[in-house]
């Protein structure tokens, strides 16, 4: 079974600064999709960034950007530029692609503080 | 807003009782997921349906049952209720069940069991 680890239970980041949270996960699979989701107070999950194993070229959105490392297992999260309303929980998951498994499995997530 | 709805918003009740969730899925999307928040287990899957039919299960309890019906709308239903059942039930739903497609979230609902 697939496991996602966040080692980083809580971080803080100066408004304006940037910031980096880690992921890693364990699989046998080679193909595989990999997603960070942020969950504000609101407690709603919504969607940062996704990454397609398949694809070398790390994703970017905006002022979010991963770095994968595929051979490492690590898929790390960076907050460029953190503006206030970026204060959240941040999930790390992991989709299999083989059929039939495409729940999400998630990490046990970083509470990220963004200090004015 | 992510399209998808969630009944009732918050739901507290007591232990032996039986709840029933329900989810609506954004326009067009055919596949459901259940998950379940809760501060011991973090986020965990419960089971997924695709256009009326399971699709996949998780960590899903015998207690809990779900279905998927022709409109597309799915319920949960949770029986003889324990305190650890208290969590955050989240549906999502995606387009088409597949590995590509993103899965879109709805708000939770908040069952607190006393």
């Known amino acids: 079974a697939q496991t996602v680890t966040q080692s980083q239970p809580e971080m803080s980041v100066q408004e304006a600064e940037t910031v980096t949270l880690s992921c890693t996960y364990d699989?046998?699979?080679?193909?595989?999709?990999l997603f960070w989701y942020k969950q504000p107070p609101s407690r709603q999950m919504i969607l940062v960034i996704r990454?397609?194993?398949?694809?070398?070229q790390n994703a970017t959105e905006n002022r979010f950007s991963v770095n994968f490392q595929k051979a490492a297992k690590s898929f790390s999260l960076k907050i460029s530029d953190s503006q206030l309303g970026d204060a959240a929980m941040y999930f790390c998951?992991?989709?299999?692609?083989?059929?039939?498994?495409?729940?999400?499995?998630f990490g046990k997530g970083t509470k990220l503080s963004v200090i004015p | 807003d992510s399209g998808v709805t969630q009944t009732p918003k918050h739901l507290i009740t007591a232990t032996g009782q039986r709840v029933t969730l329900r989810c609506s899925p954004r326009s067009g999307d055919l596949s459901v997921y259940w998950y379940q928040q809760s501060l011991d287990q973090g986020l965990q899957f419960l089971i997924q349906?695709?256009?009326?039919?399971?699709?996949a299960k998780g960590n899903i309890l015998e207690r809990f049952s779900a279905q998927q019906f022709p409109d597309l709308h799915s319920e949960l239903n949770l029986s003889s209720l324990e305190l650890g059942d208290s969590a955050l039930y989240f549906c999502?739903?995606?387009?088409?069940?597949?590995?590509?497609?993103?899965?879109?979230f709805g708000p939770g609902t908040r069952l607190t069991v006393l």
């Open positions: 349906y695709y256009n009326g039919e399971e699709r």
């Open positions: 998951a992991y989709r299999s692609s083989v059929t039939g498994s495409y729940q999400l499995t």
């Open positions: 999502a739903s995606s387009a088409a069940g597949q590995p590509t497609d993103t899965q879109y």
């Open positions: 699989t046998s699979e080679s193909d595989y999709y």
């Open positions: 990454q397609e194993a398949y694809k070398q």
